[in-house]
């Protein structure tokens, strides 16, 4: 997830400085780099004495099943994205065939987010409890059954169930994924691997874009059980953890996970050593509180955290993400499935992209250019409304409003909607990141939840006057990034750290 000799992962660590309940396990992936040990023992590289892209000189094993047990854990990911995905295709059946109102339709999309909140707040207990591999098991029973749920009922009641199994699920999914793979990664390939996990989201929700043009409700809700089932399988083949085995003592595991992860003829000796050093060092530190966070040496960290989960929301992401279509027949498209498609279509191709930039550009140009995108596109579809609704240039509303619409999905997808986490997960320092990362999820579900409630009151006020809305927060975000938040790209957490504080 970034560059710097030694970085390592050490959010599995959080529940032993306490917090297993409330809002201290409401957490995201955090990153630490540490300046001498090897942390997690997911460093190829070691004192500078392996090769520059951190692979085992010894075998090229290790990478294959890096790369596979990448594979299997962003399943999660993807069903992830199938989850947020489904209730915006398939509005219109859902009502019509179970004779729902509008508001019971709402309660089932927004449930969603509340079922997230609640996966989100026990991940951190669960994934130390049962393990990484025990918490993707876990997150995908849930979604399984939920998606059961949802094909079986008949009546709103058995849909609302099925949709909050299915937010739980998730929320389990967007902390166990990217802590899973951030600590089996090489430092060479992490920012691209973590990304991954963004790139499969926004898959998942293209996937079910299409698919709902096409597929009646039923019939999309069992494909979301395919990256369930793929990923179940998957688990059966890919090792454990090696950090998590060492903290809770299984010694002998421990050593064949990391020996899996790095190739059966490399020396895993020192790195294995060097974990335990850390596990001994983390055991020892006092335990985070909350209020902790607002102390001087790490209020700057925070604002920069929480600053950038607020600014991600508030450009409106999943307000026009959840009401794409409803957006561009508003603005006079004919036929929005033209627009919907091509909206699902490039969020994966830049997506891509994002996640090729992120360990080469760095953190804050990705930022600044993504969030100069996405008020560039929030102006056009604003224009687009104002030209409707003043009855001038007809014929180029409808284009304005597809153009800017994909103009601010293809500028979110490239930046702002993978490094805010990337750069959360490296600004913490160890003793805090715990309630940090607590905090910082809770922000953005609250956002989410926010943005999404209030976007169809806020286009029934003013169409023109939401997209200036969300192309206000864009600017924002511009100015917030080039005053307040640091490049952590090929940082150590120290100079990082010297970085924020200076």
Not at 172 to 186: L, N, T
Not at 299 to 306: D, M
Not at 318 to 335: C, K, M, P
Not at 431 to 459: D, E, I, P, Q, R
Request: hydrophobic letters at 45%; charged letters at 15%; glycine letters at 12%.
């Amino acid at each position: 997830m970034g560059k710097g000799k030694g970085m390592g992962i050490q959010q599995c660590e959080d529940a032993e400085m306490g917090g297993k309940n409330g809002i201290e396990d409401l957490r995201q992936p955090l990153v630490e780099e540490e300046k001498i040990v090897v942390s997690s023992g997911l460093e190829y590289e070691i004192d500078g004495s392996s090769s520059e892209d951190g692979l085992d000189d010894g075998s090229g094993g290790s990478i294959w099943m890096v790369l596979l047990s990448t594979f299997v854990a962003v399943c999660g990911s993807f069903e992830f994205g199938s989850c947020v995905g489904y209730s915006a295709p398939t509005q219109s059946a859902i009502r019509e065939d179970l004779d729902l109102s509008l508001a019971e339709y709402s309660m089932f999309g927004s449930i969603l987010t509340i079922g997230a909140m609640l996966g989100a707040a026990t991940s951190g207990l669960i994934t130390d409890t049962f393990g990484r591999k025990g918490a993707m098991r876990m997150s995908a029973s849930f979604c399984i059954t939920g998606w059961l749920a949802i094909y079986f009922s008949m009546g709103a009641l058995l849909l609302d169930m099925g949709r909050f199994f299915t937010g739980y699920g998730i929320g389990i999914f967007s902390y166990v994924v990217p802590v899973f793979i951030a600590e089996i990664a090489p430092k060479s390939i992490r920012g691209g691997l973590t990304t991954l996990n963004q790139l499969l989201i926004v898959s998942g929700s293209s996937v079910a874009f299409l698919l709902g043009t096409v597929a009646p409700w039923r019939t999309l809700a069992l494909t979301g059980l395919v990256p369930c089932i793929v990923l179940l399988i998957g688990l059966v083949f890919i090792p454990e953890s090696p950090r998590w085995l060492a903290k809770v003592g299984r010694e002998k595991e421990f050593e064949v996970a990391l020996r899996r992860l790095r190739g059966k003829d490399a020396d895993v000796s020192k790195e294995a050593t060097e974990i335990q050093i850390n596990i001994e060092t983390l055991q020892s530190l006092p335990k985070a509180k909350m209020s902790d966070l607002f102390q001087s040496k790490y209020i700057h960290s925070l604002i920069i955290g929480v600053g950038l989960m607020v600014f991600q929301q508030l450009g409106g992401i999943n307000g026009i993400s959840f009401y794409v279509t409803e957006t561009f027949v508003s603005a006079g498209l004919s036929s929005s499935k033209i627009g919907t498609i091509a909206y699902a279509c490039i969020q994966v191709p830049i997506t891509i992209v994002g996640a090729v930039l992120m360990d080469k550009s760095g953190r804050r140009p990705l930022l600044m250019v993504s969030a100069s995108g996405t008020f560039l596109g929030c102006f056009l579809t604003g224009t687009s409304f104002f030209l409707k609704s003043n009855a001038m240039l007809l014929d180029w509303a409808p284009v304005l409003a597809v153009g800017g619409v994909l103009i601010y999905v293809a500028s979110f997808s490239i930046g702002m909607g993978a490094v805010p986490w990337v750069i959360m997960s490296e600004i913490f320092p160890l003793n805090v990141k715990g309630v940090a990362g607590s905090l910082v999820v809770l922000v953005n579900w609250l956002g989410a939840w926010a943005v999404s409630y209030t976007f169809n009151f806020l286009m029934s006020w003013s169409p023109t006057g939401t997209f200036s809305i969300y192309a206000g927060f864009s600017a924002i975000t511009i100015l917030f990034v080039a005053k307040i938040v640091p490049e952590t790209k090929g940082k150590t957490l120290e100079e990082i750290q010297a970085c924020i504080n200076s």
